[in-house]
């Protein structure tokens, strides 16, 4: 039987001081067993008062150390804006007040706070600067009673002193609509007739200021936690505790990178050596005399060219890292995460090898044979050339050169084709550029490739200045083992493809383009959380291969995945599966898969401890692995082996699991929707995993706009655990997170340990987690190992 909702006692306006304090409810910001039980108890459950002048509750305006206005800035804007209407004092329209005062964003909720501040709907008269800095001082006033009565008299419409239950569906509404939070009507209503079953105890069909400010307090549950969950705060000042032994920068800065350092330094070492080698060795050849250092700078870059577009391939044979990815040995000493950045690695010692190699032949050696003393060519490679001294154009004609400029012309568009915003269609880019860009461009010209070698090869067996068999094939063993290596990873993925019968099991259109899908899992198909698949439509492309992480657990009996529409061929799937959803048919395009690869999120195993962090679709990586977590906690519960039982060893989880999920759109909780009810919902869950997500759509907690939206949703979530912006037993917190406060919490909480920071979402905020990863590893006992997922 569901508990009726507790009223409130309603609390006094006190004077103002600088330590005005309050009592708050106790309210838990996540959901916990005994909430659920008892919706509404903690709401009366008093604690210890929490000084209101260190929280920045009910605030107008940001505070000035977040990026918010000073009164000289509202000066400034005052300046530009006003206008004299037959008046000697210049005043600025009420329309503008918004703009002046920095809520350009939020124009309506600025109208209605006008309104409240001026006591007045008449909107004829304009603003003079001596008002506006009244209204100033009193919306900036550090008096809580001064701003909370502000407030109160905006949500009175009809300036009566006292709330109805119209006023705060209104109020509900302009909340809503200025946090771009979708609320039907009737919701409105049902919150509102909410609000005043549990102020209005009196049934006189209205509250006033003690009641109305009892109901703003309780926004301040959500800074209240529980002991069992991490405290999230906005405080950008929150100070961790010290520990006594800090690690060392350098000790932390070597400990995160001497994987990839090693091995770029031996990349490095490698390119070095074969240069220098060649370089030597045309030093002493008979051509240096006609040719110089030119040609042993050309040849030192070809020997690095024909290295590097050997290894070039082996960061994209993806079985075979997956593979050697599962030894514990290789994967201790291998930055296996990094495949895809060693990849651009290499392809930028290519381009530096073609500019030289290119370089030196086009505008040095092949001008010097072309001009060179008769007597010295004819002593040295005359023979070379038929006794026939060529000049520049003839020798632009051979198969070598017209080869070798072939090739240069295909990587250059290959490698233009792969930089960032060509290949993300960059809206920067102009509209007849991006017509020919995107994903699709950089997959197909991608495998130009194939004739790139085929021209390499071709190119080394016509080598006009020696006759050397083994120098002619020496491209050809370069590259021999890696082509076939990689070509073996294309025929096997092709075969195993083919054997892969996958039946549609659910198709799912959700808002913000978002397609998921839910397939029969092929027998034999294992994989770990995190890993990817590979996923092709026959109807669109038969080439194309695209990878989405597995949102399923491994021991599911099916295979999810998440896609969003950000190119053509997200779009055009998106659109096939749309089409055949709305007709009801339930005959799905048929799709084939390819995997399980291995990426970073697979390497949550080796901590106890991990923070999974991802934004919007970022988050489906991480989805899988907290089902497999809980799936895991929920199977050792229920094993009756040994201590030592391998099954149970084997199924090695982390002992505490955080997820931080960061979206713009409340839309984008219906993605989840489901799979977070269902991890929420497990016994398991409560001790290993907490979930937190962020909605940057609503301002800051404790701002005006959505005070009355935290509250209500406290009032909710007590009631029936439910948060009501999410629609999920996972509670919302409002604006960006602040991830200083965050991982000191972290630290604080797990002292001395070693903990997994996993991310997928975009490159700006990678850069942040990165940089906090290494400040809290050197000022904390506690270690943060970042890892971003990259395939």
Known sequence: MEAQPASLSPSSSSSCSTNDNIMLPSFSSVWTESDKTEPLQAVNQEQAPIPMSDIGLLRFMELTANGGMRWEDVKDRFDRLSITLGQTEPVIKWSDFGLCIGMEQSQEFANQLLRALRKS???????????????????????????????????????????????????????????????????????????????????????????????????????????????????????????????????????????????????????????????????????????????????????????????????????????????????????????????????????????????????????????????????TIAARFGYHQPSYFEILTTKEVASGIGMVILMAVAFSLATRWPRRGSPSLPKSVRNVTGYNTFWYSHHLFIPVYALLIFHSIFLFLTNNVTEKTQTLMYIAIPVLLYTGERVFRAIRSGFYEVEMSKASIYPGKVLSLKLHKPKGFKYLSGMYIFIQCPQISPFEWHPFSLTSGPEDDYLSVHIRTTGDWSYQIYSLFQEATLSGLNSYPKVHIDGPYGAPSQDHIKYDIIVLIGLGIGATPFIGILKDIVNSAQNSSHCDHHSGCRECSSRKSPLKAYLFWVTREQSSFEWFRDIMKEISDSKEKQSIVEMHSFLTSVYQEGDARSVLISAIQALLYAKNGIDFVSRTPVRTHFARPNWSSIFSELACRHRGARIGVFYCGASTLAEELQGMCTKFSTKTSTRFVFHKENY
């Open 121 to 379: 709907k008449d909107r004829n008269f304009g603003i003079p600067k001596a008002e506006l800095q009244s209204y100033w001082s009193r919306m900036t006033d550090p008096c809580f009673s001064s701003r909370m009565q502000i407030f109160f008299d905006m949500c009175d419409r009809n300036m009566e002193g006292r709330i109805t239950e119209i006023d705060i569906k209104q109020t509900i509404t302009l909340s809503a609509t200025t946090n771009k939070l979708f609320l039907t009507p009737e919701e409105a209503e049902d919150y509102a007739a909410l609000v005043m079953e549990v102020l209005d105890t009196e049934k006189r069909g209205y509250i006033e200021l003690p009641q109305f400010e009892t109901l703003i307090k309780m926004n301040l549950s959500k800074a209240s936690f529980s002991h069992n969950h991490l405290s999230i705060r906005h405080d950008p000042y929150h100070n961790f505790d010290q520990v006594q032994k800090p690690n060392s920068r350098i000790n932390i800065l070597f400990r995160t990178y001497w994987r990839r350092a090693w091995i770029v330094l031996l990349w490095l070492i490698i390119c070095s050596a074969l240069f220098t080698w060649k370089f030597l060795q045309y030093r002493h050849r008979a051509a240096f005399q006609v040719m110089g250092y030119c040609l042993s700078s050309a040849k030192g870059a070809a020997e690095t060219l024909k290295f590097n577009m050997a290894l070039i391939l082996l960061p994209v044979c993806r079985n075979t890292i997956t593979w050697l990815r599962r030894n514990r040995s290789i994967n201790s000493i291998i930055p296996f995460n990094d495949t895809i950045n060693f990849h651009k690695l290499i392809a930028g010692g290519v381009v530096v090898g073609v500019i030289l190699h290119g370089g030196c032949h086009l505008a040095c050696d092949l001008p010097r044979i072309s001009e060179s003393d008769h007597v010295i060519f004819g002593q």
